[in-house]
């Protein structure tokens, strides 16, 4: 619902900021197989979320599978070590995956990761057995649906791990130069700018 910015825009900023670049043909695909890879992935696609949770517009995205990844993301963002991260799931998996899942598109609810997914996606889950689900819908995120599913057709796990792109004190990310910034100063592997996967400096 909030402010986005054309491809123009973001190439502009990219340029001046002097990243490699590249513009993919596929950033939803790329960026799933860089998450399948153990990377980290800060994503910057379409409208600022408006509301208290990234909700995959401005996002960090990992891989829900591996275990290290609550480790590595707190760290990034400079937060506690025991804070939880949740998921955004594809709409018509969420009562596969959560005890009494439903249709809960805003990341507000808590619910029970089913018993026997618990060990699938240690990453989201917390020390009581829940996590915060996010149902991610194609007709309202198209690129955010299309990277969950190349992620789920290559794992078969229907879900990455989202959190918000900032740095910690700060709010979340809006235009491509606060992504940008924000990116070079968090350390995470690569970039999905609109269409440009951007890679990390160091």
Request: charged share 25%; hydrophobic share 40%; with cysteine.
């Amino acid at each position: 619902l909030g402010p986005s910015y054309d491809e123009a825009t973001m190439e502009g900023a990219l340029r001046r900021s002097g990243l490699t670049y590249t513009r993919s043909e596929d950033i939803a695909r790329e960026a799933a197989e860089r998450l399948c890879r153990g990377q980290i992935l800060a994503w910057f696609q379409g409208g600022l979320e408006y509301g208290p949770r990234a909700l995959g517009g401005r996002s960090l995205l990992a891989d829900p599978r591996d275990p290290s990844v609550s480790d590595r993301l707190n760290r990034l963002k400079d937060r506690q070590l025991w804070r939880p991260f949740a998921p955004s799931i594809l709409s018509g998996h969420e009562a596969e995956w959560f005890e009494g899942g439903f249709d809960s598109r805003f990341m507000l609810f808590t619910l029970p990761v089913a018993q026997d997914k618990r060990h699938v996606v240690p990453a989201i889950v917390h020390v009581d057995g829940t996590s915060r689900p996010q149902v991610v819908h194609a007709t309202a995120q198209p690129a955010y649906h299309a990277l969950i599913s190349a992620f789920f057709e290559e794992t078969g796990v229907p879900m990455v791990v989202d959190t918000s792109f900032n740095r910690r004190g700060e709010p979340i990310v809006n235009t491509p130069e606060e992504a940008i910034e924000a990116f070079v100063a968090l350390g995470a592997d690569a970039m999905a700018l609109g269409p440009f996967l951007v890679e990390h400096p160091s």
